[in-house]
């Protein structure tokens, strides 16, 4: 097959003494480290790709472990902010009503600027106006809230196997490996008085809700300290980028595979392989050296791209960058194109995504002290020793925040989180005691209809250089209907509970603030093929050796927190690819039938005593 570029090979290439990759990963978050983890330990050299750079000490760590933003979660509302950049930006919101007239300005309002996200095409009307990206090491974990709920069966969960017994035990066995792989707790705020007094109050307003601990993928720091430790990709990874741990063995005695991590690499576009005898079959990568790229005037150039050459190629970019990924190698999504060789890419988008409400209520804490439990009497007799006379309240100052849940269900089709987080959004004002405090995020959930969708207009870039989305979202009149009933469900929750908070009422937030969207490279059965992207092993339909991973992989509308079913996902998809390189690749067709994950590809997860059994508690004092 000849290169479609003349560029040469990445130097990875000549460093590693790999001449070809067994597998190449696009993007290091959670998803892109589930591949890189299983595929390693299962002694296949694994090259992965990211954007961004390495901006935590460990990679791609949960940056809210800092002692900063543990003392005061509401500072960590300006980190969150910060690392996230919104995709589109409609051509209205560029223009500056104040801007002195004498300051430059384009004279036609349709040549406004079209740089870092302004999207010229952009409706405001139908844009997912909050819906954004993070670039770096990690990606949106190294922020997220960690809240790792199971997708609810029969309507969120999606459906790998039509036989119902065998898709419940294919999910259960992939919901443990994931939850173990991240880490996952229902008791880690077990010991928290206001946690307690939400719960309580919950269970017995909601009997029959099963209201209950969110799931939360961190751990209580020893000794019951006011402090967990939260986790991200980095727990993921484990101890891959551990030099010591380099050649270890895993339970079978494979040694682990190579593993390295470019950062400021962009994965550019797949070239296929036009030699291939069957389906199509990606060839090469080319990929973008971002610190070269500083050097050189020419946006493309055989100084800065090169190619990269593996035998299976994985996109976990996140759910915005996969499709733009494959758009931008002309494989679909992109108005210019009369022929899309992945036809149902972003182009029958799931909005599986909802629009949140958010309400912030002052808690009633009465009964507190009275409260039976001896750790909570202690609690409260020893902060009253200590500082009955100037403190008020009954609860320790660093008494850990209320981290509690209402699932959804099939008459009430919404997630709910009543807790104390930080996010982009709901920060209490400097003047208010945080521990009065609980905020009530709803989410609900929108299903696929083929009008929403996302498209790329050909030759307009985004400020990376990739193809600008553009989106065309409107509710549903089925998701109008749910969402009015999630927020009169809301307020009703909420005043069990206590006061509204001055300024934080109940709202709808802007579309795409939940940050979970779904369906843009989404999984099908054979019979779905028409109107999906790849089949339940992430094989990309018709291809042999390309696979996608992430939030976009999920058809079917949620509410709840995703990842943790997209980790799920990717780790069916990881046996595909180890089992292909074994027995060799071939074009995923709607005829092959699906395989249940078999136990002993995961019970390193499971298993402790296993030597890539996951470790989350590691040593919290670190030499620089
Ligand atoms: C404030 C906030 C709260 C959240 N809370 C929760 C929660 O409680 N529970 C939950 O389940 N989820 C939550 N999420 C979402 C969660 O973080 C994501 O679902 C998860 O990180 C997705 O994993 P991923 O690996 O698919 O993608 P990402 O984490 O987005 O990582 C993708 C990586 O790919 C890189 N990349 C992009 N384009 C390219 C390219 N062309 N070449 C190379 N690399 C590229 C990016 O730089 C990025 O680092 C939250 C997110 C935020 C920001």
Redesign the pocket.
Known sequence: MAPAKDLQFHRIHEESNISEFDVFI?????????FARCLVDAGYNVLM????DQDTRIPGEHKKNEIEYQKDIDRFVKV?QA??SVVSIPRSQTIVPTLGPAAWTAKDPDQMWITNGRNHFQGEHNNLGAE??????????T??????PEFLKGLERPVIFTDTAKDDAEWKILYESARSLIGTSETEFKHSIRHNVVLEALQQAYPNRGVKALP?ACHRLPGNSPYVQWHA?NDIYGDMFDESAKHKLNKDKVKRGYFKLLTN????RFELDTGATAGHRVGLVE?QDLLAARLVSESSSPEIDFYIKAKAYVV???????P??LANSGFGATTDRKVHIIPNLVSSLVMAFCQIALLQVRITYHNTIQHENPWWKAAVADHKKRFGGVDPLPIPFQDPEPQVTIPASLERPWHT?IHRD???YGEVGPSLDSRIVVDLRFFGMQEGVPENKMIFQKGFKDA?G?PQPTFEYTPTAKHAEETQRMMNDMTDVANKLGAYLPKSEPQFMTPGLA??LGGTTRLGLGQHMGKTVANFNSQVWNFSNLFV????TIPTPFG?????T?MCLALRAAYKIAQSLKDGFSPALDSEAMHPTPASWLSWTTDPNDPNFPIHAREVHREI
């Open positions: 696009a993007g290091s978050g959670p998803i892109g480290a589930t790709v990211e954007l961004g969150i690392t996230l954004a990206v993070t670039r770096g090491v990690g990606g949106m974990s922020h997220w809230t960690c809240a790792t939360l990709a690499t962009r994965c550019t990929v976990a970019a996140g759910e915005l960058a996969n733009q990924i989180q930080a996010f982009s990376y990739m940050l979970h991973g992430g939030n976009g709840a927190n995703p990842t943790l997209s």
